[in-house]
């Protein structure tokens, strides 16, 4: 039955509507890139030793930071369920990445409550550069942000009626792009448009992380299709995959 259905997962029609099985992504993962602690990629993407000063720094922010946010949903309404969040490992992941590589621009697509956005938003006060800029379909998000967390923040709703050529646009207005999270509409056909919409706009070395990458084969279908091994990050619930582009 096993064989059957990694069979079934080949074909290109029914593949678009299955989620990958932990084999699939063990597979993927060649090389030893997959990984149950977001500590280990920091290191392998910064090429830095598990005693680096800069580790133990980042980690003690992260935790201030994730304080700050049990405060503010214990304080703040929030529109969208706690599963839509970052999980802690990948949000930890996401705010050592944005403070080790200072990216100038960074664009997020997906803010619900806005857990990841508070996370990078933070990193680039602590950098003292950047801009991040997020799309969402909905007015009612990023509830947890406070206002002096928003002057490096540009958030752009997509028309519901041309999702596709609204991003589009939103994407040729920023330029070059150095950092890229996705972690909006999770189906195949969606993630891999972004996906690819994203390749031309992304600087050599730059970096792609997606959230939810366990959802569709799109992630590992686009890792193949540019040549690039993902490093596959095994969260508490879900698995964060992550990208670097190589010199075009």
């Given at each position: 039955?096993?064989?059957?259905?990694?069979?079934?997962?080949?074909l290109?029609?029914?593949?678009?509507?299955l989620?990958?099985?932990?084999?699939?992504?063990?597979?993927?993962?060649?090389?030893?890139?997959?990984?149950?602690?977001?500590?280990?990629?920091?290191?392998?993407?910064?090429?830095?030793?598990?005693?680096?000063?800069?580790?133990?720094q980042?980690?003690?922010?992260?935790?201030?930071?994730?304080?700050?946010?049990?405060?503010?949903y214990?304080?703040?309404?929030?529109?969208?369920?706690?599963?839509?969040?970052?999980?802690?490992g990948?949000?930890?992941?996401?705010?050592?990445?944005?403070?080790?590589?200072?990216?100038?621009?960074?664009?997020?697509?997906?803010?619900?409550?806005?857990?990841?956005?508070?996370?990078?938003?933070?990193?680039?006060?602590?950098?003292?550069?950047?801009?991040?800029?997020?799309?969402?379909?909905?007015?009612?998000v990023?509830?947890?942000?406070?206002?002096?967390?928003?002057?490096?923040?540009?958030?752009k709703?997509?028309?519901?009626?041309?999702?596709?050529?609204?991003?589009?646009?939103?994407?040729?207005?920023?330029?070059?792009?150095?950092?890229?999270?996705?972690?909006s509409?999770?189906?195949?056909?969606?993630?891999?448009?972004?996906?690819?919409?994203?390749?031309?706009?992304?600087?050599?070395?730059?970096?792609?992380?997606?959230?939810?990458?366990d959802?569709?084969?799109?992630?590992?279908?686009?890792?193949?299709?540019?040549?690039?091994?993902?490093?596959f990050?095994?969260?508490?619930r879900?698995?964060l995959?992550?990208?670097?582009k190589?010199?075009?």
């Amino acid at each position: 039955m096993r064989r059957i259905m990694l069979h079934i997962a080949r074909l290109p029609i029914i593949r678009k509507r299955l989620a990958p099985s932990l084999t699939d992504i063990i597979n993927a993962a060649l090389d030893s890139q997959l990984h149950c602690t977001p500590l280990e990629i920091v290191c392998k993407l910064f090429s830095l030793s598990a005693d680096d000063e800069r580790l133990s720094q980042i980690v003690n922010e992260h935790r201030a930071l994730s304080d700050e946010l049990c405060t503010r949903y214990a304080s703040k309404r929030t529109c969208y369920p706690l599963n839509f969040a970052v999980e802690e490992g990948s949000g930890l992941l996401l705010y050592a990445v944005m403070r080790l590589k200072k990216p100038l621009v960074t664009q997020e697509t997906g803010v619900a409550n806005g857990e990841s956005t508070f996370f990078m938003l933070n990193a680039i006060k602590k950098n003292q550069r950047g801009r991040l800029y997020s799309t969402e379909v909905s007015n009612d998000v990023g509830t947890l942000l406070n206002e002096n967390e928003k002057p490096d923040w540009a958030l752009k709703k997509l028309d519901p009626s041309n999702l596709r050529g609204s991003f589009l646009r939103t994407l040729e207005k920023i330029g070059s792009i150095d950092l890229f999270l996705h972690d909006s509409d999770h189906s195949y056909l969606w993630q891999i448009f972004e996906l690819q919409s994203m390749q031309s706009k992304m600087l050599s070395n730059s970096i792609i992380i997606a959230d939810d990458v366990d959802a569709s084969y799109a992630f590992i279908d686009f890792s193949r299709k540019v040549g690039t091994k993902p490093i596959f990050l095994l969260d508490k619930r879900k698995v964060l995959g992550v990208l670097v582009k190589l010199q075009d």
